[in-house]
């Protein structure tokens, strides 16, 4: 996969020709950056079935604590039941919490769209499980101590060591949890929910410590108890580490600032940052980073770019469409703010191919992910590339797209006009051996569904589809 | 797919482990409830089959008689089981004379098993300052207020019954 220096691609754009002298000889050939690793799946299947051990260890647990004579004593079968919803659905947080914790050999694997998904899919089932938990057991020591469920409140949340740090946990799991209710959600404004969302941590947090100390399956069971808290140490050490620690690393190493801001169509611009060592920054062409632009009022969101070229040491270039308030403001960054980077993150690259021909269709600024594709394809592929676009201008970055077609050898079409006018079931046409190829298909949510779904039609492998969807 | 296979087989594999490991004897489950939290410490095995909660008097020399003033002779009672907040426990306390010789819990009883550890970490306490006070006047322990509460009322229940002040 490592290509040798004379058949790398080109590198056309307007990176080497920064600086005052356009007309001038680009600039030094540099060492080109390494690939991101290849994904191995096989890690990720045991990592998998790690975790699943774990969640079949934590509902056995809730059973054999509990004898036969206990389930038979008043409150009984809701204490069982109580404990039973508390371990499976807090495990289940905790399966939640790892699905978004950016451990990079999973990222490889599964991308990160996939594990937001398994992220939300699995989110009603903890919140679920831990009222049912809380609900349950209010009932159960009623019943045990004989006494109504609302009186019972009292002496459970003060008679109890942790349980009033565990209640404030609770409280707050749901406040975040009917925030994160799609009707209520779609509402909230992203970094506000996001900033939001990041209590979750805070409740999880709170609530561990009732675990350890009042929990059937843990109170005199030392194991159980060292399990479950390594657990659970791990898991906010890989958070730390991936979330935290390596982005401020790599932000720090490389050191990127603003060099230069350009239009590239209406609402389109290309931001470049120059900063050090990017020839050690792994990365593959159609990756995107989560990026925070440390200037007033937007240091404290990240916002996921795609890369739209492979790095040219010292430059590294994205591209971005402005639609919102945060990618307006963008256009219009001072030179010289810094920028704070996470990731690379994506499986929108050339380690997902698996035959070697391939279809790129790009949709309105996913070209973007397409162009530093492009860079990335092994020699000898001779690819098929489709560009759509609403109107001609809007086929941003089309000559740096038709010189890397021309090197690989592949095709170029450019489809301009609405999609009433265009509808997707014109690929067919313009490749004909579509079910053949593997096709990376990028752009808003829409199209990347449209076509996904032409492509299903075709009875094209599901495998062989890479999707990377803008959120716009 | 394939994956979902992976998680479905994985976790009951970890279920079936643990199931096998709790069979296999090595770590059975604790019949917590029922065993009465006796504290043979300092106290010669009991003599006294364990009365049922609430029972009455049950003399065990043949001494005591209901009506004398000064009660005589070795004899116990077993106090009202007392419903606290996250069990039930009932005390019976054995007297020579006039000095309380022997306290015991009977039918200590919790909803879990947080409640019955503490449980047995207060009641050595309790009957510790019992023996030594020598009268239900006691100071419960904090952190444990629910459980001190019911074994004094209990206590003083069965010291009730035996005519003791």
Redesign the interface.
Same mark, same amino acid.
């Given at each position: 996969m490592t290509a040798k220096p004379s058949s790398a691609p080109p590198r056309p754009g307007g990176l080497l020709a920064l600086g005052p002298d356009e007309s001038g000889p680009p600039a030094r050939a540099t060492p080109s950056a390494p690939r991101s690793p290849a994904p191995r799946p096989l890690l990720v299947d045991l990592a998998l079935a790690v975790v699943a051990v774990g969640f079949g260890l934590s509902v056995g647990i809730a059973l054999t604590a509990t004898s036969r004579h206990q389930l038979a004593a008043p409150g009984g079968v809701a204490l069982f039941l109580g404990n039973l919803t508390g371990l499976a659905g807090t495990y289940l947080a905790l399966v939640m919490v790892l699905l978004i914790s950016r451990i990079p050999f999973v990222e490889r694997v599964l991308g990160q769209d996939t594990l937001l998904r398994w992220h939300r899919r699995l989110a009603p089932w903890p919140i679920t499980l831990i009222i049912a938990h809380v609900v349950i057991l209010t009932i159960g020591y009623a019943q045990a101590a004989r006494t109504g469920i609302l009186h019972e409140i009292g002496p459970l949340v003060n008679g109890f060591p942790d349980m009033g740090i565990a209640t404030a946990g609770f409280v707050l799991m749901m406040a975040v949890a009917i925030a994160s209710f799609y009707p209520i959600r779609r509402r909230i404004k992203r970094e506000n929910w996001w900033g939001l969302h990041l209590f979750m941590y805070l409740a999880l947090a709170l609530a561990f410590a009732h675990e350890i100390v009042l929990g059937p399956s843990f109170v005199g069971h030392p194991v159980t108890q060292l399990v479950w808290s390594v657990a659970w140490a791990a898991t906010a050490g890989l958070v730390l580490i991936y979330r935290v620690g390596l982005p401020v690393v790599r932000s720090i190493r490389h050191g990127l600032v603003v060099e230069e801001i350009h239009p590239e169509g209406p609402d389109v611009v290309s931001v470049i940052l120059r900063g050090r060592h990017l020839e050690r920054l792994a990365v593959s062409g159609g990756q995107f980073f989560e990026w925070r632009f440390l200037a007033r009022g937007m240091w404290w969101q990240a916002h996921p770019f795609s890369i739209s070229a492979r790095p040219q040491p010292p430059y590294l270039r994205l591209t971005v469409k402005c639609v919102g308030d945060f990618t307006s403001a963008l256009a219009r960054l001072p030179l010289g703010t810094r920028v704070a980077l996470e990731g690379p993150y994506g499986t929108f690259t050339a380690h997902a191919l698996r035959t070697r021909k391939v279809a790129l269709i790009a949709g309105g600024i996913g070209v973007t992910s397409v162009r530093s594709l492009l860079e990335d394809l092994p020699k000898g592929t001779r690819p098929v590339v489709v560009l759509r676009a609403s109107s001609e201008d809007e086929l941003v970055l089309r000559e740096e797209i038709a010189e890397l077609v021309k090197w690989h050898g592949g095709r170029l079409h450019e489809v301009v006009g609405p999609r009433t006018a265009q509808p997707v079931e014109h690929l067919t046409e313009l490749i004909g051996d579509l079910h053949k190829r593997d096709t990376y298909v990028s752009g808003s949510e829409s199209f990347v569904m449209s076509v996904t779904r032409l492509l299903s039609v075709l009875k094209v492998p599901q495998e062989a589809v890479h999707a990377d969807v803008y959120a716009l | 797919m394939? #994956?979902a296979v992976? *998680?479905?087989? *994985? *976790?009951?594999? $970890?279920? *079936? $482990?643990? /199931?096998g490991f709790?069979l296999g004897g090595s770590?059975a =489950? /604790? /019949? #917590?409830?029922?065993a009465p939290a006796s504290n043979p410490a300092s106290s010669p095995p009991a003599t006294t089959p364990p009365t049922s909660p609430g029972g009455s008097t049950t003399p065990t020399t043949s001494a005591a008689g209901g009506s004398g003033p000064p009660p005589t002779g070795v004899r116990s009672a077993v106090g009202t089981t007392y419903? &606290? $907040? &996250? $069990?039930q426990l009932a005390v019976r306390v054995t007297l020579n004379g006039s000095s309380i010789t022997r306290v015991a819990t009977v039918g200590l009883?919790t909803?879990? =098993? &947080?409640s019955?550890?503490l449980a047995q970490q207060v009641i050595p306490l309790l009957r510790h300052e019992v023996l030594a006070a020598q009268s239900a006047k006691v100071n419960g322990f904090s952190?444990a207020? &629910?459980t001190s509460e019911a074994y004094i009322y209990s206590l003083q229940s069965a010291l009730d019954k035996l005519h003791k002040k």
């Open positions: - | 394939k #994956r992976i *998680a479905v087989v *994985a *976790a009951v594999g $970890g279920f *079936a $482990g643990v /199931l709790n770590r =489950p /604790l /019949l #917590r409830s029922g419903q &606290y $907040g &996250y $069990g009883q909803a879990d =098993p &947080y019955q550890q952190g207020t &629910y």
